[in-house]
């Protein structure tokens, strides 16, 4: 197994911005960054609004004299903490929301997400608007981002450098530069893999995104090469499950022809859904990618036969987080734990944030109550319907 990760190399693409050689301050990728207290009283660029970028001129922006957050295509914002205080993915990303977005379809659910996202902050006014969809690009993840950009300015991309300063793409110039970061990504290679994997431009070809399709034998296996909207830890461990069975004979891979037309098809649908961009090469959705690698270990839960012998479990499943403990319930490395585990996910996002107990009202529990019977019934209903 190859687990190297996709953030290998620091991709710095210098030849995109003309006169960076003889520009007199520093420069270098955000990989090098150390801390904010060594841009106090500067003016500095930061190119990119990837989440490193985002995070660096939020951070940055308490020290330093003056920000600017240069972008090319822009991007949509979204929160970490979510609706009530919850992390993004657990409010978010649950099986119910997902099979909702693929039946009202892609375009509903971009409009309806930048709707929610343009409701926290107007990414137009903002100077963040880009061209794409929400969900065509790999989203940026920054709470303070909209804060520090009222006291700092949003660029478009830097078209040439003198010695002390930045010509943007639109005609404006900013003197007096002191320091540019490069928020520009990464890329990843397999150089000690030359002779059975190619990676041209960030793509790679591996079957499911794990294995190479043209080994005379199924004996090496690339983990973690995904990018999901989502914990990306979940999605690697499954992918080991399933490498372990097929080097153990448990599991056959398909034909080689098959493979490379699997291989195919799902470049194909990246490729219409996703910007054009180094970025977007190895994008997951991530309970789709759970649940494919799930049936592959053989491990995906029934819903519809746990609405039956065990509804509370279900509308966990359904409503919940998807979890690395719900391909724990059955099949091979069933653990006994997972069903306390699974039920008590809200106890444990919960926990760290009680440091003081308060009291819940009457009417608060009553409408809980409420609102449960209500749910159970549309957990059927749901369940029956599509799962």
């Known amino acids: 197994m190859v687990c190297t990760g996709h953030h290998t190399n620091a991709h710095l693409p210098l030849e995109s911005f003309p006169g960076i050689e003889k520009f007199k301050g520093q420069y270098f990728h955000s990989r090098d960054y150390e801390n904010p207290e060594a841009f106090a009283g500067k003016r500095v660029i930061i190119i990119g609004?990837?989440?490193?970028?985002?995070?660096?001129?939020?951070?940055?922006?308490?020290?330093?004299?003056?920000?600017?957050?240069?972008?090319?295509?822009?991007?949509?914002?979204l929160n970490r903490v979510a609706d009530r205080g919850y992390p993004f993915d657990v409010a978010h990303l649950s099986r119910l929301q997902h099979r909702l977005s693929k039946i009202c379809g892609q375009a509903f659910t971009n409009a309806y997400l930048e709707k929610c996202l343009n409701q926290r902050f107007d990414h137009e006014m903002f100077g963040l608007k880009p061209k794409h969809r929400a969900l065509s690009q790999h989203p940026t993840v920054n709470d303070d981002l909209p804060n520090r950009i009222i006291s700092g300015l949003v660029k478009g991309n830097v078209k040439e450098f003198s010695e002390t300063a930045a010509v943007f793409e639109d005609g404006?110039?900013?003197?007096?530069?002191?320091?540019?970061?490069f928020a520009t990504g990464y890329s990843f290679a397999f150089p000690f893999l030359e002779?059975?994997?190619?990676?041209?431009?960030?793509?790679?070809?591996?079957?499911?995104?794990?294995?190479?399709?043209?080994?005379?034998?199924?004996?090496?296996?690339?983990?973690?090469?995904?990018?999901?909207?989502?914990?990306?830890?979940?999605?690697?461990?499954l992918q080991g499950r399933w490498a372990t069975q097929v080097f153990k004979g448990l599991k056959k891979l398909p034909s080689q022809n098959e493979m490379m037309a699997d291989i195919s098809k799902t470049q194909e649908e990246m490729a219409k859904r996703y910007v054009e961009s180094q970025r977007q090469t190895i994008q997951g959705d991530?309970?789709?990618?759970?649940?494919?690698?799930?049936?592959?270990?053989?491990?995906?839960?029934?819903?519809?036969?746990?609405?039956?012998?065990?509804?509370?479990?279900?509308?966990?499943?359904?409503?919940?987080?998807?979890?690395?403990?719900?391909?724990?319930?059955?099949?091979?490395?069933?653990?006994d734990g997972?069903?306390?585990?699974?039920?008590?996910?809200?106890?444990?996002?919960?926990?760290?944030?009680?440091?003081?107990?308060?009291?819940?009202?009457?009417?608060?529990?009553?409408?809980?109550?409420?609102?449960?019977?209500?749910?159970?019934?549309?957990?059927?209903?749901?369940?029956?319907?599509?799962?």
């Open 172 to 181: 404006s110039r900013e003197d007096d530069i002191d320091a540019v970061i």
């Open 49 to 77: 609004i990837g989440n490193s970028g985002g995070d660096l001129a939020v951070e940055i922006s308490h020290t330093a004299k003056q920000v600017f957050l240069s972008t090319r295509r822009g991007a949509w914002i």
């Open 286 to 335: 991530y309970i789709d990618s759970m649940e494919e690698m799930a049936d592959l270990v053989g491990v995906r839960p029934s819903l519809r036969s746990l609405a039956f012998s065990d509804p509370k479990l279900a509308s966990q499943l359904l409503w919940g987080p998807c979890t690395a403990a719900q391909f724990r319930l059955q099949g091979p490395g069933k653990w």
């Open 195 to 237: 002779d059975s994997i190619k990676v041209v431009k960030n793509k790679i070809s591996l079957y499911k995104k794990v294995f190479p399709p043209n080994l005379e034998k199924p004996t090496l296996a690339i983990m973690g090469l995904i990018q999901p909207l989502g914990a990306m830890m979940p999605i690697a461990e």
């Open 338 to 387: 997972a069903r306390k585990t699974i039920l008590s996910t809200d106890d444990r996002i919960r926990k760290p944030m009680k440091t003081r107990v308060t009291e819940k009202s009457d009417s608060a529990a009553s409408a809980v109550t409420v609102g449960r019977l209500m749910l159970a019934v549309i957990l059927f209903a749901v369940i029956m319907a599509y799962f």
